[in-house]
């Protein structure tokens, strides 16, 4: 038995999965590369980071100066009238409810 040559739809095919095949794994390649630079590079930040903090928590924090108020002391609260009173005044005027 023998077989018959492919045909040319077939060549095309086999040929077209071959490149996929070979851009895939390139592709794949790319993106571990660029995996492995993006952890490479938060791992220097976080040192960068943890090394910042740990400067910082040694330093002393400076004191925040106290501020006077720009108003001065508050006024006490004013007297409000109370209802009985306002309702005698409405009263006495001629106003009735």
């Known amino acids: 038995m023998t ?5 040319p739809a077939q060549l095309a095919r086999n040929e077209r999965m071959r490149t996929a095949a070979i851009e895939g794994a390139k592709a794949r390649a790319d993106i571990e590369a660029r995996d492995v630079a ?3 590079n ?3 930040l976080r040192a960068l980071r943890l090394a910042k903090e ?10 925040k100066p ?3 108020s720009p108003r001065g ?3 006490a609260p004013k007297q409000t009238a109370k209802l009985s009173d306002f309702l005698a005044s409405q009263r ?3 106003r009735t409810t």
Request: proline share 13%; no cysteine.
């Open 3 to 7: 077989k018959s040559p492919p045909s």
């Open 38 to 40: 993006v952890r490479k």
């Open 42 to 44: 938060m791992e220097r």
């Open 54 to 63: 740990a400067e910082e928590a040694t330093k002393p924090k400076p004191a």
């Open 66 to 68: 106290v501020k006077a």
């Open 73 to 75: 002391k508050k006024a």
């Open 92 to 94: 006495s005027t001629g």
